[in-house]
């Protein structure tokens, strides 16, 4: 299988060729190593990072921003949403606070993306 | 007397003040008219912040965290809900800033130096003319984004996106997340003034069609949206009659450029430069007024809050210099767009304050492969910057080393696009 692609792992954007097939992948078109990673995972187990907001009682404003500390499959996206939609935290919060565990049993967290006091 | 102001506490604020502190500055002063620091990124979510500067994909409100932190580990002082009115400069060369807020009231503070950093705004429908009315509906991009990741208040469940600049990217992936429906995204260029990784991971990824070469010729509704007129557009940007196409929506975002926010500025004498619709600045980021630096979207839009933490180091490092009477004020080159370039900031530049390059910042006119940026001063080229790709969404970083400069002493640095030497 051949494929051609935009590596998103940082704004420079490379234009990606990944070619294989099982464990056996080939990467060209990319400047650096994290490339070569993009492609292949894009084409065996494709992931991103979910940056959203849960809300947040006791702060200043009402929604305090989130991320899923690693990239979760993108089949899950939509579900993760649903299950932080039912997320409530309470004021004080630091960035990298833990707000969910193991997302949608993927494994991965979901963290604060900023620090925000009680008020 | 205050040594430097800070005008605007956004991401150059906050960097420009703490170069300042490093080159040994201390009566520093911030001034940021919303309720917290950080600037527009507060109300970026989402992650691709910061990989030049901290090697790690960090959200808006991260990004902004980090240097808060060496803000506040600085201790550098901040007045938050403060609105600078303007800014005039004494005979004495002294600056006053007037500015409001709720304990202080009405305030006129001097200072020696003062960084523009008050960031830019966004073009609304009104600023680009789309017929029909107003209705409740129509938010620029920007706008929602604050709503809906700051207040949790979502505009609407059918959506057209109009322009295909990040805002416009970034949000149509935020409301598809958040159960909206987008059901497209025009753009009247026949190529996206979006990062490309955006195009991917927030149209793409959703199935989201971008219609480049089209563009929003009419708004239905009357209190609310009701649908918009999508047409499309031929070479010359003009709407081709037969190709519209009625499609009903709630939202309509617009997402159709930004301007660097200068009342201010401008109301101080600051020189404006007619392409990039913020002040001319020099390699440390001094206007042409002594004293009066800026730095950031403020000078011109940025698509990479990297750089504009790099440039806002250096307008930080000016105002120290200014401050202590170490700044050179010769200036040895000027720097004109040529073929193919829309702007160059810096637009003039002192040989004796550079380390050992300047960074020239440039934005191309139109996508080209198979070119080069070629750099000269009168007939002889100096240097080449190579790309892949030239776009016009990608903001062009082209370094100049000082040794090639001192070369010639003084001139017209012309940066022209041209094609690859075989
Ligand atoms: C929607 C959006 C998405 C973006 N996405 C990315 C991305 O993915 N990656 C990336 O690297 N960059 C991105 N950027 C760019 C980056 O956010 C900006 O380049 C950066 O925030 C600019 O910093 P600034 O300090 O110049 O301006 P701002 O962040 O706008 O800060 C200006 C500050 O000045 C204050 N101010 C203005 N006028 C006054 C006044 N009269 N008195 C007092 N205070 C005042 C404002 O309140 C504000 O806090 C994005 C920008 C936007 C708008
Ligand atoms: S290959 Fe490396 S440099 Fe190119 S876009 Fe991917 S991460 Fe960035």
Redesign the interface.
Known sequence: MKKE???????M?C?LTVEGEGDNWTVTGNSCKNGERYGIQEMTDPR??????V?IKGA????L?V?TAQEIP?GK??DA?DELSKVVVEAPVK?GDVVLKNVCDTGIDVIA???MPAV | MYDIIVIGGGPAGLAAAVEAKKEGVDNILILERDRELGGILNQCIHNGFGLHTFKEQLTGPEYAGRYIDMAMDLKIPYKLNTMVLDMERKDDDTKVVHAINEEDGYMALEAKAVILTMGCRERTAGAIGIPGFRPAGVFTAGTAQRFINMEGYMTGKEVVILGSGDIGLIMARRMTLEGAHVKCVCEIMPYSNGLTRNIVQCLDDFNIPLKLSHTITFIHGKDRVEAVDVTQVDENLKPIPGTTETIPCDTLLLSVGLIPENEISRGAGVEIDRRTQGPSISELCETNLPGVFAAGNVVHVHDLVDFVSQEAALAGKGAARYVKGHLEEDINFTTVNGDGIGNVVPEKITVANLDDSVNCYMRVRKVSTDTVINCYIGDEKIATKKARKFVPAEMVNFKIKKSDLEKYHDGELKFVVEPKEA
């Open positions: 692609m935009v590596c998103i792992s940082c704004p954007g234009h991103r990072i979910l940056p959203t907001t809300v200043m404003i009402s929604r921003p991320k993108k996206l939509f949403m960035v993306t900023k620090t």
